[in-house]
């Protein structure tokens, strides 16, 4: 049975850090690709950042340069790493499973996602 448990979510003010976790059971994070996704109240799930078949993150406008997305493969984690955080980045974050041949931009892509972190960020 697949599972993607998440952990690391929380409160923090602008210009702080956070750090996500998403460990997977049930099958192996470098036989499938992995993605970040972010729902904020009252608006669509957006795509946060993707691992490509080819191994390279792709990252959001919006968060270039202050997220890092990187794993683990030895204990089958995928890390969001979420530096200079602004109030526009609270949101409830998932991290996603897809076989890797499907765009990892689109949220229809993935079959397995984790419960959600929630992050919030104050000003």
């Known amino acids: 049975q697949v599972q993607l448990a998440e952990s690391g979510g929380g409160w923090v003010h602008s210009g702080g850090s956070l750090r996500l976790s998403c460990e997977v059971s049930?099958?192996?994070?470098?036989?499938?690709?992995m993605g970040w996704f972010r729902r904020a109240a009252g608006k669509e799930r957006e795509w946060v950042a993707y691992?490509?078949?080819?191994?390279?993150?792709t990252y959001a406008d919006s968060v270039k340069g202050r997220f890092t997305s990187s794993q683990d493969s030895s204990k089958n984690t995928l890390f969001l790493q979420m530096n200079s955080l602004k109030p526009e980045d609270t949101a409830m974050y998932y991290c996603a499973g897809r076989l890797c041949f499907f765009d990892g931009s689109r949220h229809s892509s993935y079959g397995w996602w984790g419960q959600g972190s929630q992050v919030t960020v104050s000003s």
């Open positions: 691992i490509g078949s080819d191994g390279n993150t």
């Open positions: 049930g099958y192996s994070t470098s036989t499938y690709c």
